[in-house]
Nanobody, 125 residues
Framework: QVQLVESGGGLVQAGGSLRLSCAAS????????MAWFRQAPGKEREFVAA????????NYADSAKDRFTISRDGAKNTVYLQMNSLKPEDTALYYC??????????????????WGQGTQVTVSS
């Protein structure tokens, strides 16, 4: 049984930083790609960033490039999303996802079989 538990969300002022964490259990963590998605109120869930099973390759949405960094720690079975220079439009529920099939990064939700419950990020102006 795969479990993904996110933490680290909260309220921050524009220009601030947050680091999200996602602790994984239940399968070989270092084998499969992991990603962060987000969903703002009234909008569809969208891709934010992904990291390959090895941790070598990363992939970012245009909105996240140069501000967000995804990384993973195999020893802790945890994936992180460091978010800097936050903007009000980054306000959303952030979800961690694990691929059930692929080691390389994917931008589509369909590539991910396991999802966390989400952690709320609110950026005030």
């Amino acid at each position: 049984q795969v479990q993904l538990v996110e933490s680290g969300g909260g309220l921050v002022q524009a220009g601030g930083s947050l680091r999200l964490s996602c602790a994984a259990s239940g399968r070989a963590f270092s084998t499969y790609a992991m990603a962060w998605f987000r969903q703002a109120p009234g909008k569809e869930r969208e891709f934010v960033a992904a990291v390959s099973g090895s941790g070598v390759s990363t992939n970012y949405a245009d909105s996240a490039k140069d501000r967000f960094t995804i990384s993973r720690d195999g020893a802790k079975n945890t994936v992180y999303l460091q978010m800097n220079s936050l903007k009000p439009e980054d306000t959303a529920l952030y979800y961690c996802a694990m691929s059930g099939r692929y080691a390389h990064t994917l931008r589509s939700e369909s590539g991910y079989d396991y999802w966390g419950q989400g952690t709320q990020v609110t950026v005030s102006s």
